[in-house]
């Protein structure tokens, strides 16, 4: 019943209350009006981000967890816009400070060792241990609001007011899992909502299919990933592995393509476009192209804060003869950063890492080929039916490969290991 809840809220009761805003509200208030209904909205997903049932006797304990992140929530995105009035438009690096504050706030939630009173009793009575897990979406928030003060430094849009600002900070249908919509897009629609660009049927089907992924498939095909299939206390053989491997990767962007396509569907209701966040990863023919079609706004929002910067400073330190190296470094920094942004664990670490080895050999293999093939031969390369095939497969069995050690700790990874014969 909670889980239909966390769907019901963001996908269907939170559509109606701001489809309500702009049609009774005057043009005056309605901005105003869809702000309060995106912020009140997050404190419903707070309320039922950790229930488990729905029971009265864990409601005041849930209340006395969820109401207090929802005022530091707010803070956040008060600060946040204060900081951006005030440091946006400034010389030198004091940009950075309105940058940097979000992520510092989503590193310190989700890091911060333990909890006190107020705060520990109630959640022991409710069975959770860490108060994190009542900030919904903190990374995706933190990623979001961060990216657009660089889009307000360069120009792109303008200075938002602080009622855009948190409509845009606390947008209900992409609060929880993204995507991390860019507010220029965000902010293109609400002022001047194009319907051809989010049909209403459309929407409607989006929402449907990502149900039926995220409910129904994603359900179904779990029940052949790790979890499902090798934790039973049995020996297993190692052909089990494999399957295990290839089930989650399908589970994972069924589940996760299905919560975005959920998201794109409820915001087009709304007349409000959101980035794609999927482009058919399965068909990627390498890691490179992979990360171009699998969660395509972090990969974006990794390019534009990250790999843009540190390559064009490393080029400049190391010279245009060594630029391909200087762009490696870069591309394995973006990838252990994507790693850690999962969390700080040595399994999301690794995950990192092999992808960004991975890239890094995909992006000296081109050069490589492209140095010995030539234009003509290097296009015969791609044109070729064949190879595509293979460096499709391979890419799909790299990216489920890879894929075990963000699905499973290092001690779930040793309890797999052991237990194949």
Partial sequence: MVA???????????????????????????????????????????????????????????????????????????????????????????????????????????????????????????????????????????????????????????????????????????????????????????????????????????????????????????????????????????????????????YLYLNFSGYCDMAIGAAGLLGIQVDENFDGPFSARNIQEFWTRWHITLSTYMRDTVFAPLSKALIRKMGPRDAPHAIAISIFTVFLGIGAWHGLTWSFLIFGAIHGIGVVSCHYYTIWLKNHLGKAGYAAYHRNPFIKAAAVTATFLFAAGSLFFFANSLEDAHLIMTGLR
């Fill in 4 to 250: 239909l809840l966390r769907l019901f809220v963001p996908f269907v009761l939170f559509p109606l209350a701001a489809a309500a805003s702009f049609r009774l509200a005057p043009a005056s208030l309605k901005l105003k009006l869809f702000a309060l209904v995106n912020v009140f909205g997050v404190l419903g997903l707070c309320m039922l981000s950790s229930m488990s049932g729905l029971y009265l006797w864990q409601l005041k304990a849930h209340l006395q967890v969820a109401v207090p992140v929802f005022v530091l929530y707010l803070l956040v995105a008060l600060l946040h816009y204060i900081l951006m009035r005030t440091c946006v438009h400034r010389a030198g690096w004091v940009p950075w400070v309105a940058f940097l504050f979000p992520i510092a706030v989503m590193l310190a939630i989700k890091n911060v060792p333990g909890v006190d009173e107020p705060f520990r009793a109630p959640l022991e009575f409710i069975g959770k241990k860490h108060i994190a897990g009542f900030f919904v979406g903190i990374s995706y928030m933190a990623f979001r609001v961060s990216h657009m003060v660089l889009e307000v430094r360069n120009g792109i849009v303008p200075m938002p007011t602080l009622w855009e600002h948190l409509s845009f900070s606390f947008f209900v249908p992409t609060m929880s899992v993204g995507p991390i919509s860019r507010y220029s897009v965000f902010r293109e629609s609400l002022c001047a909502p194009d319907r051809r660009q989010t049909p209403f049927g459309q929407s409607l089907l989006r929402i449907l299919v990502g149900v039926t992924k995220y409910l129904f498939l994603a359900s179904m095909i779990e029940q052949l990933s790790y979890k499902g299939l090798l934790f039973d206390s049995h020996p297993h053989p190692w052909i089990d592995l494999p399957v295990a491997a290839v089930a989650f990767y399908i």
